[in-house]
């Protein structure tokens, strides 16, 4: 399993600080201090990282840069690390495809638990190879393909997580605390809206136009995914 994490981060002791603490933990460490190193770094070693860190505001190229570059490639998973901490900015970053997003000054001990939700993420998905339909919705986990009719879709790392724990369950109905659970993990720390607004990003995909809708709200309980509108 990989286990190589490209540490992107301007402020030297902080990056020095950091990165000891992921090689205390059996992490493999690729640094980078400006944006335009992180990219060249990236584009040598993607094969090889589990995750980028990237922190927002770097000199040369910014991370907001740096991210939508990878995302044009691959849908490796990327934590934004940085001092911005308001919502607007948050949002920007999840709409551009990170996965996650802690802000500075963080403990240790956080960043790891968001790690340890990508590592059992990464290691679940690499043992499967299926195919999924609900309706003309199609998933497939070996090419990580996802087509609605003939239009294939682009989804983030998140988006594509959470569209397919509910293709495995299609009719279920499930609560928020149980999409975090499953889909973030146990050890997420952020906000249970976070369901609401990735369930939003799915609809905006995958329910457009005339299509039949596949995403279903039950009022008080939480959400489902399913051929017919059964609430």
Do not use: C
């Amino acid at each position: 399993m990989k286990n190589t994490i490209l540490l992107v981060e301007d402020e030297t002791g902080l990056a020095s600080y950091v990165a000891k603490e992921l090689i205390f933990e059996d992490f493999q460490v690729l640094t980078a201090a400006d944006g335009e190193a992180a990219w060249e770094t990236y584009q040598t070693h993607r094969d090889d990282l589990l995750l980028v860190l990237l922190d927002w505001m770097l000199p040369r190229m910014d991370g907001m840069e740096v991210l939508r570059r990878i995302r044009k490639h691959d849908d490796l998973p990327v934590i934004m690390m940085t001092a911005r901490d308001y919502l607007g900015d948050k949002v920007t970053g999840l709409d551009n495809g990170a996965d996650d997003y802690i802000t500075k000054p963080f403990e240790i001990e956080e960043l790891l638990a968001r790690i340890r939700v990508i590592q059992r993420r990464t290691a679940h998905q690499s043992g499967l190879d299926q195919t999924y339909h609900v309706a003309d919705l199609t998933l497939i986990t070996k090419t990580r393909q996802v087509t609605r009719g003939t239009e294939t879709l682009q989804l983030t790392q998140r988006e594509y997580d959470l569209l397919l724990f509910l293709m495995r369950h299609p009719g279920q109905v499930f609560t928020r605390d149980e999409l975090l659970d499953n889909v973030w993990g146990v050890d997420f720390l952020g906000q249970q809206n976070v369901v609401d607004v990735y369930i939003g990003y799915l609809r905006n995909k995958i329910d457009t136009g005339d299509q039949t809708p596949l995403f279903h709200t039950i009022r008080g309980v939480g959400y489902s995914l399913e051929a017919d509108d059964a609430s």
